[in-house]
């Protein structure tokens, strides 16, 4: 074996110097190239057909189905009003056996005096209050004769002037909390009614004679407000 130089043996290692080394940035590496980096983030669009199926969608939704219902409603109040107001002035047309008590239902004095209207009146066997009402308007139910049983609603704080006069049979009547004041010969001559509780309410005001001639009446409560 032939001996070998030193040149021979000698292996050339090359140390790389540190101080010349490059520093990359690991993530930029990562991502560049990557399929996130050349991927575009997808953005769901709005409207169209997925827009129907949304929660948004379905809230606007029951929002119109509201507000269409509430004009309806109000539509219907008024054409109600309209048709309330034609019966009570043409009671000579037609045979009912209710009255309807309304927001403008207060009548002339000639009116409630007239043979027709006394006539109407004297078949009344029931009285309906109208919605959203706060007053028992003037000469209501004047001459309701046959009239039993009375159940004035939540919200109706005023009954008015000769209301209920001669309504010779109305033996029970109910009072709502709501109640701040009776004006005068609101039950004049209401011979059968035998008791009257206002304990519940809150009149402030009693009008004169507005229980005159109550003939039967053995108990009226009061409340300390007046």
Known sequence: MSKGTSEDLSIAIEIPDLNNLEVF?????????????????????????????????????????IVDTLVAMRWLDKKWHKVVEKKLTELEDEPFGEIIVHGGNDISDDEADSDARRKGMK?????????????????????????????????????????????????????????????????????????????HTNVLQLGDFAFRDCTSLREMKVPDSL
Do not use: Q, W
């Open 123 to 199: 078949e009344v066997t029931k009285v309906v209050f109208l919605l959203n009402i706060t007053k028992v308007g003037y000469a209501a139910c004047y001459y309701a004769s046959i009239l039993v049983v009375v159940d004035i609603p939540e919200g109706i704080t005023i009954i008015g002037s000769h209301s209920f006069e001669f309504c010779k049979s109305l033996k029970d009547i109910k009072f709502p909390k709501s109640l701040t004041k009776i004006v005068s010969y609101s039950f004049f001559e209401c011979s059968s009614l035998e008791e009257v509780d206002l304990l």
């Open 25 to 65: 940035d690991i993530e930029e590496e990562a991502h560049e190239g990557s399929e996130f980096d050349s991927a575009a983030v997808e953005t769901p669009a709005v409207g169209g057909d997925d827009f129907m199926h949304t929660d948004d969608f379905r809230r606007l939704f029951v929002g119109f189905v």
